[in-house]
């Protein structure tokens, strides 16, 4: 059971996580797209892809500036994929994954901090969205196999490890998590904490036989390894690991949204598809045209809000140029 200490220090490790990520966003927003332009092209990440007989994509970006290695597991499975009366169901499975399992009893986060995982800045941890839930660990190399294995029993054994005892602990940090990260926020929106409540354990074993498949999966190392390593790796953990790609569809909630957005924008229902077929037909090349032409500052919006006395001194200090500021209105602040 993941004591208070340790989530006290996930919480702190949450922080400086949301810190860094906003400081990167205007890194890339307001630095990263004057670069770009200058340039005249993106910076290209260099990476190999192996998938293995089972449908799980391994994905291997070689960086040997440190003996480290950043494993990042990602399922394709979200919130769209809860059931009616359930919302919220994805983000508290995010949490079970951490709750040990069969061989590996106790907190996971104990094993990866052992391993030499650093909680304190963000180096491990998981996320999840309407499309998407993800794990991720870094590690010395050398402790890589561990990690793996570690990997391949939670996938495994997790139903036979969940008891009440987690389900009801990790359901009160779920909802704790609404309260601090959603309603004390500005336009908070999250699932209601009567939905969190009940969801049983039948219902977590379910969803973790539906929708956690290697077919659905892709495995991410970046580090100090080899693709021939980390592949050799990954069968030796995974390669056994059934059940092909799990079903996708879209939430009911979100496809009415969607056809919402097309009817008040006054569009026909054929735009849904279209969209659909753009989207797949989208090269990388498309892509970086497009982050090259809009990535600038004089395309960009930052949306804050908070008292702008406290704000504004921050933003000018930023040396951005023309900085317009705008209240809630669409109005420069100060104007009526």
């Not at 010395?140 to 495994?156: C, Q, T």
């Not at 209601?192 to 659905?216: M, N």
């Not at 960009?300 to 317009?324: C, F, M, P, W, Y």
């Amino acid at each position: 059971m993941i004591t208070l200490k340790t989530v006290k220090r996930m919480e702190a490790s949450k922080r400086i996580r949301r810190l860094a990520a906003l400081l990167a966003l205007l890194f890339f927003v307001f630095a990263g797209g004057q670069i770009a332009a200058q340039n005249g092209a993106l910076p290209k990440v260099e990476f190999e892809k192996y998938t293995l007989a089972n449908g799980l994509q391994v994905i291997l970006h070689v960086d040997r500036k440190l003996p480290m290695v950043h494993v990042n597991q990602w399922f394709h499975a979200g919130s769209k994929n809860e059931k009616p009366g359930r919302t919220g169901f994805a983000h508290l499975f995010e949490h079970m994954m951490f709750q040990g399992s069969k061989n590996a009893p106790g907190e996971y986060v104990s094993y990866v901090e052992n391993a030499g995982a650093n909680i304190f800045e963000g180096g491990v941890n998981g996320t999840t969205n309407n499309d998407r839930t993800n794990y991720f660990v870094t590690v010395p190399s050398a402790n890589l196999e561990l990690i793996l294995w570690l990997e391949s029993d939670r996938l495994a054994t997790l139903p036979e490890a969940l008891t009440q005892v987690k389900l009801d602990n990790q359901r009160d940090v779920v909802k704790n998590e609404r309260r601090q990260g959603l309603e004390n926020q500005p336009y908070g929106r999250a699932a209601l904490p009567g939905a969190v409540q009940q969801i049983t354990r039948a219902d977590v074993a379910k969803f973790h036989e539906t929708y956690w498949k290697p077919g659905s999966s892709a495995l991410i190392f970046v580090g100090e390894v080899t693709l021939a390593e980390a592949t050799e790796l990954a069968k030796r953990a995974l390669g056994d690991w059934s059940g092909g790609a799990a079903q996708q569809f879209e939430a009911h909630g979100r496809i009415a949204r969607q056809i919402a957005e097309l009817w008040a924008a006054g569009l026909p229902m054929s735009e849904l598809q279209k969209e659909n077929d753009e989207t797949e037909k989208a090269t990388l090349a498309a892509v970086n045209a497009s982050a090259q032409k809009y990535a600038a500052p004089n395309q960009s919006t930052l949306l804050l809000v908070g008292d702008l006395s406290k704000i504004e001194a921050g933003i000018r200090e930023l040396n951005l140029g023309e900085v317009v500021i705008l209240n809630t209105e669409g109005k420069p602040a100060g104007k009526k």
